[in-house]
């Protein structure tokens, strides 16, 4: 009887075993991650007896190693600063603490350690301090978001180190000093751009010139100089976006992307000159906008430029022709 006991005890806990899926190493940091938040109702569903691969929301495993590979929070009541206990997930591969308005302090160097991270989200947070310099030694990181936070200082030119990656998220910050030079020097993937709403100055590189990027969004900064080294109709570059700065160049001879561009943004800055024909020669073209510059003469017939409306050419020295008056 005492045999059979035994045998029925051992049973149970083969049992309990084969139906832990979630590493223990694992589980104790995420635990520890939860008490670090107060054991907030967010993460309820982090319960020391339920397996985390199948149970818990915002985590995933890998289906070979049961190892965590994502951590996503998202929306919730959680405070404070995000845990150095984060770093000790290494075979992550997705970080994500989004939406969360009471989250503050630095971006937390522990991440430094996360060498499969392909991810970085911490967006729509109050975080401060500067962007890190660490973040170059993510080598794996394909995107990068530290958007929605007050963020300061310069942005680190070690970013251009990043061999993978394919968005950077930097806007709605408090970012200042010029554009890294490095931005003109991606080794191989040419990443989006989003560097809008801060208080970015200087000249744009000419460097960047060199770079076919898909998207760029340097609206709302303090740039000044010239910026026709962007357009090229070699390039496949979709959205550029560059309105609300200092920028100041002749926009007569720019040629633009025929087949790829789709949206482009100069408004309330001082380019001058006028607009060049080739722009009725864009096929996709859905949105323009180049009100509030110094640009004169007529806006030529044809292509997509007679279908946006007065608002997309006015506040300009003496521009004229359909949408607006007619030239004298």
Request: hydrophobic share 35%; proline share 6%.
């Amino acid at each position: 009887m005492r045999t059979l006991l035994v045998s029925l005890v051992i049973s149970s806990l083969i049992s309990i075993s084969l139906s832990e899926l979630c590493n223990p190493q694992d589980k104790t940091v995420l635990l520890q991650i939860k008490q670090h938040f107060g054991n907030p109702y967010l993460l309820a569903s982090w319960k020391p007896d339920a397996d985390c691969c199948t149970s818990w929301y915002q985590v995933e495993c890998d289906s070979t190693s049961n190892r965590i590979i994502s951590l996503t929070i998202f929306s919730g009541n959680l405070s404070g600063q995000i845990p150095a206990a984060v770093g000790d997930l290494p075979f992550l591969e997705t970080l994500v603490f989004r939406k969360l308005t009471d989250i503050t302090g630095p971006v937390q160097p522990a991440i430094a350690k996360l060498k499969h991270l392909k991810t970085l989200r911490l967006s729509w947070l109050n975080l401060t301090g500067s962007v890190p310099d660490f973040i170059s030694e993510l080598k794996n990181l394909t995107f990068l978001d530290l958007s929605f936070n007050t963020l300061s200082g310069s942005i680190p030119s070690s970013l251009a180190l990043l061999r993978n990656i394919n968005a950077i998220h930097l806007d709605r910050n408090k970012l200042t000093g010029a554009i890294p030079e490095s931005f003109g020097n991606f080794p191989s993937n040419v990443p989006d751009l989003y560097l809008s709403h801060n208080q970015l100055s200087g000249p744009i590189p000419t460097s960047l010139g060199k770079m076919n990027f898909d998207r760029i969004d340097f609206s709302r900064n303090k740039l000044q100089g010239d910026a026709s080294m962007l357009f090229s109709p070699n390039k496949t570059t979709q959205i550029i976006d560059l309105s609300r700065n200092l920028l100041e160049f002749n926009l007569s001879h720019s040629v633009f992307p025929t087949d790829s561009l789709i949206s482009l943004d100069l408004n309330h800055n001082k380019i001058y000159g006028s607009i060049p024909t080739q722009l009725t020669q864009v096929n996709n073209l859905q949105f323009l906008n180049v009100s509030y510059n110094r640009l004169c003469g007529q806006i030529p017939e044809g292509g997509k430029l007679q279908t946006f409306d007065y608002s997309t050419y006015f506040h300009n020295r003496c521009l004229c022709g359909a949408p607006l008056d007619s030239c004298k």
